[in-house]
């Protein structure tokens, strides 16, 4: 297990080949390593927000806006 802190509110969490980004005690989005496929769970808060939008950056996905975030999933 892989486990990054984001801001001190969320952290990263990897088991069986899937990257899990938990904010504020919060599954908001995951990564699948072996099919490459990012899912978000949708727009919290601009805080959750920014973690997402680091956790996406993270993985080589561009960064989105609220809109962008709502239609992700």
């Known amino acids: 297990m892989i486990q990054k802190n984001f801001y001190g509110k969320a952290k990263m969490e990897t088991v069986n080949n899937v990257t ?3 904010s504020y005690n919060t599954e908001v ?3 699948n390593h072996e099919t490459n496929i990012m899912t978000v769970n949708g727009w919290y ?3 959750t ?3 997402i ?3 996406l950056e993270y993985f080589g996905f561009d960064k989105c ?3 962008q975030l709502n239609k992700y999933n």
């Open 20 to 22: 899990r980004l938990v």
């Open 49 to 51: 927000a920014k973690h």
């Open 53 to 55: 939008n680091a956790f």
């Open 45 to 47: 808060s601009q805080t």
């Open 65 to 67: 806006n609220k809109q």
């Open 29 to 31: 989005a995951h990564y």
